[in-house]
């Protein structure tokens, strides 16, 4: 059993009273290596080992988290083609692409996950864009969200008759999405509360099939014997519990993570953990990467050959 110690920062307990529109402070405030990292004109690719939950059984699969730092159009909340446009016009974000691919007996799931952050600290610890997709044999699922000032706009659509095509607004409050991102940046800017409405992740959302709202929950930061940290959400309405653990040292590298809810439709509903254990890892500008010669990168990642 892993074991942990509860702690938290000054600044936790301050940043728990605030509304969650409000900025705790600029993100990369205590931490100037973060420029020397991320912004060499590179991306970080990191492997992972997956055991996945669904239809009631555990599946294996493999799991990649990647890391880049880009400008994104401040209007339209996409990258921006020209860079050189004027600064009022641009945000500087850390963007996550999570990828997720496991086998359910004959045929394949995939999934893609990307969470845009700001890394000057404007809303801390909600992304200003949230995308995912899943693909398996029955269909495609696209979710998007977009930050508006007071509100998500929230787009879904899916090969499912009652959650076919959603368009609404949904109320500006944390987002599980962001969290990922926001480790990375600084994992001090992260809200530790007994009492805190969050926005699920989107992967959850939709292989559970539940409405997208925010959700009471309990964040906590937690110690590790090893050293590492870990942030934890709890959904006492969704009996789920998330931990992300990390690296106690800038750039803060996410180890592992293990998602904790019931699964499986009648008989088969328990509850199941879902985890994924750090394989390989590599740094480099992986949009150069696309011929055959650069194929003898994948198995320096570890993933699995065609």
């Known amino acids: 059993m892993i074991r ?10 301050i940043a728990a009273c605030q509304h969650p529109g409000e900025m705790i402070g600029p993100v990369t405030e205590k ?16 492997s992972y080992d997956l055991n996945q939950a669904r239809y009631g059984e555990m599946h294996q699969g493999e799991a990649i988290l990647i890391f880049v ?29 999570m990828t997720k691919r496991f086998y359910t007996g004959l045929y394949p799931y995939t999934m893609m996950l990307s969470s845009f952050v700001p890394v000057t600290g404007v809303a801390p610890w909600q992304a200003l864009k949230a995308t995912a997709s899943i693909q398996d044999w029955c269909g495609h699922v696209f979710a998007q969200l977009n930050l ?25 409050h944390m987002t ?21 409405m969050v926005i699920p992740g989107l992967f959850y959302a939709r292989l559970m099939h539940i409405p997208l709202k925010p959700y009471l929950a309990k964040t906590r930061h937690l110690l590790l014997d090893s050293g590492n940290r870990v942030y934890h959400i709890e959904y ?8 992300i653990e990390y690296e106690t040292q800038s750039p803060y590298q996410i180890v592992k993570w293990s998602e904790e809810y019931k699964d499986g439709f009648g008989d088969k509903a328990t509850m199941l953990t879902t985890t ?17 010669i650069h194929d003898s990168l994948r198995s320096e990642l570890g993933l699995t050959p065609f």
């Open 4 to 13: 942990y110690r509860l702690y938290c920062f000054a600044l936790l307990s």
């Open 69 to 97: 730092t880009e400008d994104l159009s401040k209007e339209k909340q996409v990258k921006l083609d020209n860079t050189s446009v004027a600064t009022d016009l641009k945000v500087a974000v850390l963007k996550m692409n």
């Open 176 to 196: 599980e999405d962001a969290v990922w991102n926001l480790i990375r940046i600084n994992p001090e800017a992260l809200i530790a509360s007994d009492s805190i």
């Open 31 to 46: 931490h100037g290596s973060f420029d020397a990292y991320w912004n060499q004109g590179l991306a970080e690719l990191t």
């Open 236 to 243: 006492p309405d969704l009996a789920r519990s998330l931990y």
């Open 148 to 172: 508006r000032h007071d509100h998500y706009h929230y787009q879904l659509h899916s090969y499912f008759e009652s959650e076919g095509e959603i368009d609404h607004q949904i109320n500006r």
């Open 276 to 292: 994924a254990s750090k394989k390989k890892q590599l740094v480099l500008d992986y949009w150069t990467k696309h011929d055959n």
